[in-house]
């Protein structure tokens, strides 16, 4: 009942049929998506102990920083890490599913302005420089995003390096879970004391293959996310604001600057300076 046979010569064999394997779920449920839960690192591997247990433990601010700064990024990232299109009249977005489903989560915190591709919360401002839909081979979709943090806050993004200025640039990267392991693993190989917001230590890494297979064996898509700061040194932040970074008042020619901004980076950024770096 209910079933559609796209080829009848298959009833025929159907009787002799005493198992049915499925390949994904989407097989069976509706063709839509959402964000059942957001895992952060919790903070008993954040200082690469992990046999000390979180229940005996108190979280010192350090702690309540980091994990801080892990659930902005990851709003980050469900907010502004898509090529979505909003349809003018309708209002309504249209795109990758898994993008849909992504910003549906974050959306009654986050306000749009289709006239400068921005993003704006209570606190934090996004815009849009750059973005890379899902790629099939690569198995991931990314953005550049400028942020603005309106509010000082010791565990904010752009102040998360102990400057004050309220401006950063930002890499997004979001898709498979083992893509991005690799890219995790790689960095954590790099250095470990390069003086990344977030300790690339050997704990992390475990916990994070452990997420892989626990949560996927509960039957669950899982989606990888990642956020870099631009340094001010780098090459692609001084080809896109000659200038330096936007100062915090605003005004016309801060507009201007930004604008620029996103021309620029139609051009000049391709995806493997967002991805690879």
Known sequence: EDVVCSDPTALLAASSIDHVLLDKTGTLTADTSSVAQIIV????????????????????????????YYNDAAN?????????????????????PLDLACLKHVQEDWEFNPKNKSFRSENVRVWQL?????????????????????RKDTTSLTNSDGDEEEFGLYRLIKGSPQRLQEKFLHLNALNETSGAVIPTN?????????????????????????????????????????????KSKKTKKQAEIIKRAQNLAQVLVPRRMVEEE
């Open 41 to 68: 690192p919790p903070s008993m591997l954040l200082d690469g102990n992990d046999d000390r247990k979180e229940s005996t433990r108190s979280i010192s601010f350090e702690d309540e920083q980091l994990l801080q």
């Open 76 to 96: 980050l990232v469900l907010a502004s890490c898509h090529s979505l299109v909003r349809l003018p009249k309708t209002k309504e977005w249209i795109g990758d």
């Open 130 to 150: 750059k973005t890379f839909p899902f790629d099939p081979h690569l198995r991931t979709s990314s953005a550049l995003i400028l942020v603005q943090q309106e």
């Open 202 to 246: 050997a704990a992390n890494s475990s916990w994070y293959q452990d997420q892989i297979t626990e949560v996927g064996r509960e039957g669950y898509r899982i989606v990888g996310m990642g956020v870099t700061k631009v340094s001010k040194s780098d090459p692609m932040l001084k080809q896109l604001f000659p200038s330096g970074l936007p």
